[in-house]
């Protein structure tokens, strides 16, 4: 007896035995969908071409096209004035509700899944906290509970995003950065890291001025990337991916000295909404 191992190979095995006749079309998208489907979630700063996604997130959103390519079809086949399903709720029921929402004290934050409002401590290193806000109503459905989803957190490493077109912010330990002069070799950061980012081939620097984040003085860059992906260095404890912006991007950077070492923070938008994040960079304390 054969045991099918690939997500791929059952899902579309499903399809073919399935509980529901599909029209042949939207089988067909389906499994196109499931098949060109990445890996890992792609991060908004980074050049493109590396995944990011696990293979549970790939399942769930196989599961989700197959869920709504169904609900089409019984809609679309369904007789005139027929219904499928109950009537509609007007509160979601107890089984389909969020985890609660954490208290208004600091929580820790978990290494993976969706987060809510509320003020959270990281793994970063160095120990900070933040809070999130308004940044869960980009582009949020009227009426819905929405949240953001946790994609890296590292000791070297945040990333949270939120809506769609997404809105991400990361923040960075730069330990080191390649060595302009030396292909392949890495160096120390400069003392001035602002300026050494804003120096980096094609970027132009639409705005620089001095700040604050979380009491200490800190340098914000806004920047375009031009037309070849940049990459900086090494994120710290993270193979893959590194440090470094995609090609013909607008991006905020804040530069932070904190006890030494330098913080980088960046807020990426699809749409350009990089202003949505500023709150949460705005909360953050360090300690």
């Excluded at 792609?42 to 493109?48: E, V």
């Excluded at 004035?81 to 509700?97: D, E, L």
């Excluded at 954490?102 to 509320?118: D, K, M, T």
């Excluded at 890495?186 to 081939?201: C, F, H, T």
């Amino acid at each position: 007896m054969s045991v099918l191992r690939d997500p791929d190979a059952i899902l579309a095995a499903w399809l073919d035995e399935g509980p529901a006749r599909l029209p042949e079309a939207t089988r067909r998208a389906i499994a196109v969908t499931t098949r060109t489907t990445t890996q890992r979630r792609h991060p908004l700063w980074m050049p493109r071409g590396r995944p990011l996604m696990n293979t549970y997130a790939r399942w769930a959103v196989a599961a989700i096209a197959v869920v709504l390519a169904i609900g089409g079809a019984a809609y679309f086949l369904a007789p005139a004035g027929g219904q499928v399903g109950g009537p509609p709720n007007a509160t979601p029921s107890a089984t389909s509700s969020p985890t609660a929402l954490p208290s208004a004290s600091a929580a820790i934050l978990a290494s993976e899944g969706f987060v809510y409002p509320g003020t959270y401590v990281p793994a970063f290193d160095p120990g900070l906290t933040f809070t999130i806000d308004r940044e869960v109503q980009h582009n949020c459905a009227p009426g819905s509970v929405c949240g953001g989803t946790i994609d890296a957190n590292f000791p070297g490493w945040l990333d949270i995003e939120f809506g769609m077109p997404r809105i991400e912010v990361h923040v960075v330990r730069v330990d080191k950065v390649n060595d302009p002069a030396k292909p392949g070799a890495v160096i120390d950061p400069p003392a001035d890291l602002a300026a050494w980012l804003a120096s980096r081939p094609g970027v132009t620097v639409n705005a620089r001025k001095a700040v604050q984040v979380g009491g200490l003085a800190a340098t914000q860059l806004d920047i375009r990337t031009g037309d070849k992906d940049l990459v900086f260095g090494p994120i710290p404890g993270v193979a893959d991916p590194t440090l470094g912006l995609g090609a013909n991007r607008t991006v905020r950077l804040f530069v932070v000295p904190v006890d030494g070492r330098h913080v980088l923070i960046m807020l990426v938008a699809e749409d350009g909404s990089v202003t949505e994040l500023q709150p949460l960079v705005d909360s953050i304390v360090w300690h």
